[in-house]
């Protein structure tokens, strides 16, 4: 579709290189005098002479130059030309035309020099070497193509020397130094295959190896050939360090923004004493450290709280104190002085026998053990008496007549004979009870569910009685177990297998295999209990493990993501932008939003195109009314930095005219005819 101009071009002395004028079948309609086209069915140049079209170089349709040739002469004396051969000079038509090939007998004529560079005319039969007649003796082939054969030599007087190919076959080539050679097989093409989707690379295709999001590629890097260069784009944040960092992640997981945050912040800690309700202290909050009874605290020095224990009572030395008062908390808080006391005289001290004695003053009061009792003088006023029963005489334990000492009634002491002491009269053992090798003989069957069992009891109620009795592991890569094996019999599968072709299907480690009679014999006497569970894979359910410290809660056999971080709710709106901040698993910690405001100098990495687009300001209207071929648009846009263009809205082609900027809000448009009403739409960018 072409470009309307409907103004004027002036190229002010320009060319006009590489013009094709309009090419159509018949005569267009003229616009006015001095329109050309050229007409495609004559092959004529044509021009409107403001009535009609007419073609250039016939009569009357402009100036015709006649200039001689090779051998002719042309003058021109007002509207007449006169052109004439040449015979005289060296340009004479002899000396200018070309060499005359082939027979010149019989009464052929021919123009000859006369030797006073003149032409003349003369017969051939007339030249002084006759008719010129003769006959070919032979005729012979200089070629260096070994495929080349002469058909038939020698050629005398007429004849044809034919030259024929010789050799060669089907799909074969003639190469230059004039062998055959068979065509090689043609280039069949490739397919090249992406994430999504294949293709096909035929001969000649051209495989464009483009960037996606975050990659560009490149070819021709300096110092590389047959090189492609695969490079990941760098976003808008500098390579650094970032303290307590908020950044922000695009969906190739490239950080694209990122900034550092206060070092070694706090969220907030608990703290909580001997009793009460524990407190939240959050960032700013003040940690009071307060004394209680007769406890004080000090702030001094950074970091450091001072607890002292107040003053109670009066310091000081208390000789024989009379009274001492002490407070809740076990403080003394008054002593009152005594006075010394008395002295002794003497006293008397006697036994079960032997003569009673005096102890007076400065006398040393001796307590001495007997047989099985040592005495001693462990602290100040103070004789520990204790039994010792290695001092008593070794007795030997025969029968069941030897005494021994009870305590009868927590009152009477006496002599029992060991006999007649019963075993339940002894207390419950707080250990293993162990009998040596000796047996536990008369006991009658259990009837509680804590009663001991005999060995009759239990091979007659449970051995051979179908109950399950676990017996261990089993390895089925070896047969199972027959001889001595009773109903109920369990084992656990330790190593998988058949038992040797004994079970189908397969027995798995963990699978349970329980005894159907005494004696198993085949695959039918015992009962397979599969499993079919092992540790979950990617692909293969079984039994997971749930690491509470990956940030699980299990609960009721339910697994949860512990509850971080704000919470459910949403935050942001279309005008806003979003901020989060992520622990080292992914979760959402916090999250905040801000009104949007960004700079144009915040705005980089766009093409100029896309950057003027962006910041653009525009004014779009149609003008025409069918008279005016000067309009003026005001557009009020305030500047002489716009950009002007126009369309035709009947069809939308692109439309050319002189446009002028009169002042920063107006501009003028002038047209070679008045379009139309409301036929041109203009549109004016303002740009930033």
């Keep these: ?52 079209f007419v073609t250039l170089g016939t009569a009357g349709a402009g100036i015709q130059t006649i200039t001689g040739g090779a051998g002719i002469t042309a003058t021109t004396a007002g509207n007449a030309s006169t052109v004439e051969v040449d015979y005289l000079g060296l340009d004479n038509v002899i000396l200018s035309s070309a060499a005359l090939v082939g027979d010149i007998s019989g009464t052929m004529q021919i123009l000859v020099n006369n030797g006073s560079n003149n032409a003349v005319r003369a017969a051939v039969s007339s030249l002084p070497f006759g008719t010129g007649d003769g006959s070919v003796t032979s005729v012979g082939l200089s070629t260096n193509i070994a495929a080349f054969v002469v058909a038939s030599s020698p050629i005398t007087t007429s004849g044809v020397i034919t030259l024929n190919l010789s050799g060669g076959s089907a799909g074969q080539f003639l190469r230059q130094d004039g062998t055959w050679a068979s065509v090689p097989a043609g280039y069949s093409g490739w397919t090249i295959r992406g994430d999504a989707g294949t293709d096909v690379v035929a001969s000649g295709d051209i495989v464009d190896i483009a960037g996606g999001t975050g990659i560009s590629t490149s070819l021709g890097v300096v110092g590389t050939t047959n ?80 607890i002292n224990h107040d003053d109670i009572g009066t310091a000081g030395t208390f000789a024989y104190p009379s009274s001492i008062v002490t407070n809740a908390q076990g403080h003394v808080t008054s002593v009152v002085a005594g006075v010394a006391p008395g002295t002794m005289s003497s006293f008397s001290v ?69 006999s007649s002491v019963p075993l339940d009269y002894w207390g419950a053992p707080d250990g293993d009870l162990n009998i040596d090798t000796h047996k536990l003989i008369n006991v009658v069957d259990p009837t509680l569910a804590q009663d001991a069992a005999t060995k009759n009891y239990v091979d007659t109620t449970f051995a051979g009685s179908g109950a399950l009795i676990y017996q261990g592991g089993y390895d089925a890569s070896t047969a199972p177990p027959s001889a001595g094996v009773k109903q109920g019999w369990t084992y656990a599968v330790t190593v998988a297998g058949t038992g040797g072709g004994f079970f189908n299907p397969a027995l798995e480690v963990g699978d349970l295999i329980i005894a159907n009679s005494n004696t198993p014999t085949t695959a039918a006497d015992w009962t397979e209990i599969n499993k079919n569970i092992d540790v979950a894979t990617a692909t293969v359910q079984g039994i997971a493990n749930f690491p509470t410290a990956g940030g699980l809660s299990v609960s009721a056999g339910a697994v949860r993501l512990t509850t971080t971080g704000p919470g459910v ?16 698993k992914g979760r959402v910690t916090a999250r905040s939003a801000q009104a949007i405001a960004i700079t144009s100098s915040q705005v980089t990495n766009f093409s100029g195109s896309v950057s003027g687009i962006i910041s653009a300001q525009k004014f779009v209207d149609s003008i025409g009314d069918g008279v005016s071929t000067s309009i003026v648009v005001t557009h009020g846009l305030g500047t002489f930095d716009v950009m002007i263009q126009f369309y035709d809205n009947e069809n939308g082609e692109t439309i050319i005219t002189g446009s002028t900027r009169q002042t920063p809000d107006d501009i003028l448009v002038t047209f070679t005819s008045a379009p139309a009403a409301s036929q041109i739409r203009v549109m004016v960018y303002a740009m930033a």
């Design 1 to 52: 579709m072409a470009i309307k101009f409907l103004d004027s071009i002036d190229l002010t002395g320009g060319e006009i290189q590489n013009v094709i004028v309009q090419n159509l079948g018949t005569n267009p309609t003229g616009l006015g005098a001095g329109q050309i086209y050229y007409n495609t069915a004559a092959n004529e140049l044509r021009y409107y002479n403001g009535t009609s």
């Design 350 to 418: 006697g036994a079960d026998s032997g003569t009673a004695q005096s102890i007076t003053n400065g006398n040393q009061l001796s307590i001495l053990g007997g047989v099985g009792i040592v005495t001693a003088a462990s602290a100040t006023d103070t004789i520990t008496i204790t039994t010792d029963l290695d001092e008593l005489p070794s007795l030997s334990a025969i029968g069941f007549d030897n005494d021994i000492v009870f305590l009868q009634d927590q009152n009477t002491q006496g002599r029992v004979a060991m």
């Design 227 to 306: 090189t492609l260069t695969v490079t990941l784009d760098n976003t808008l944040v500098v390579a650094g360090a970032y303290t307590s960092a908020n950044i922000t992640v695009d969906a190739q997981g490239r950080i694209t923004a990122a900034s550092a945050g206060g070092a070694g912040t706090m969220t907030s800690f608990d703290v909580t004493g001997d009793g009460g309700t524990a407190q939240t202290i959050a960032n700013g909050n003040t940690l009071s450290i307060l004394g209680g009874t007769a406890l004080s605290s000090i702030s001094g020095a950074t970091d450091k709280v001072t």
């Design 569 to 584: 709710g949403s935050v942001g709106s279309a005008s806003q932008s979003l901020s989060i901040t992520t622990d080292d």
